[in-house]
């Protein structure tokens, strides 16, 4: 019988997951997270072109202010994460070393243009009004 | 204390169908941040810079789809919507799609121990690939 090794998240950020594990973490959800907003956007306008209300319903849903942050979350984080493994892969025996330090770079460029944007959606909402 | 790297060069570790998608996954990912580049300087060539906010830039330059930008303060949308901004969402939106749905296969394949499991995860996603990308093609194509 094999090692039961399944943790739960809060445990596996206590223990060595940390960083590297949030990150990992953070970057399935926002994947999941663009997979799944992109599937549904793109067949809910798909039904408005054939004039059925539910689509203009779904996509209003998509142009408010709380899910605009949500998913300027998952494309930021997912695509500055997946920019700082793209980059360590290339160059694996110079960089790999220095992971956690690229990770901390990761986060300090992730907040400053997530709060950017973020503050950028909700002014474009209010400027709508 | 630096870690040791215990990467494999390409040349011991060899071409398998797992280093290929590894390889595709960091391809596509290059890929689509060039599409966002050329998406943001085309939009700003174009005009976007007294007429869209960062927002709707931004929205735009993720697929360069005409209906992205039909809600802005632009006068005119006709530069947005040429044949050659809609090959470059095409191109953007097939790279983004295929990148997505092998990101979706191995994040379900972690949770599904049986290679029953494995393979109907595989046939369902590709199907839903396909249905997605047709209507996307079509959105892009007739907006």
Not at chain 1, 74 to 83: D, E, P, R, Y
Not at chain 2, 30 to 57: C, K, P
Request: net charge positive; proline share 4%; hydrophobic share 55%.
């Amino acid at each position: 019988m094999g090692l039961k090794r399944d943790v739960s998240l809060s445990t596996a950020l206590r223990y060595k997951g940390q960083g590297p594990f949030l990150t990992f973490i953070l970057h399935r959800i926002g994947g999941l997270g663009m997979a799944i907003f992109i599937t549904v956007h793109i067949l809910a306008t798909f039904v408005e072109k054939q004039g059925w209300a539910i689509g203009d319903f779904i996509n209003d849903i998509y142009m408010s202010p709380p899910f605009q942050i949500f998913i300027l979350f998952c494309v930021l984080f997912h695509a500055i994460n997946g920019l700082r493994i793209t980059i360590l892969d290339l160059f694996p025996t110079r960089l790999i070393q220095y992971h956690r330090q690229a990770i901390a770079i990761e986060w300090v460029i992730f907040i400053i243009l997530f709060s950017f944007a973020a503050v950028s959606a909700v002014t474009t909402a209010i400027g709508r009004l | 204390m630096n870690a040791k790297p215990r990467t494999l060069p390409l040349s011991k570790r060899g071409m398998s169908f797992e280093t290929f998608m590894w390889a595709f996954t960091r391809a596509t990912a290059l890929g689509m941040y060039g599409f966002i580049l050329f998406g943001v300087v085309g939009a700003l060539a174009m005009g976007a810079q007294h007429s869209m906010t960062f927002v709707e830039v931004l929205r735009w330059a993720l697929v360069s789809n005409p209906g992205h930008v039909e809600y802005t303060n632009l006068p005119d949308i006709t530069p947005f919507a040429s044949m050659f901004w809609r090959l470059v969402a095409s191109g953007m939106f097939l790279t983004a799609g295929s990148h997505g749905i092998h990101g979706v296969i191995v994040v379900l394949d972690d949770y599904l121990p049986k290679d029953n499991q494995r393979n109907w995860n595989r046939y369902l996603n590709m199907a839903m690939f396909f249905v997605v990308a047709a209507a996307g093609l079509y959105i892009i194509w007739t907006a």
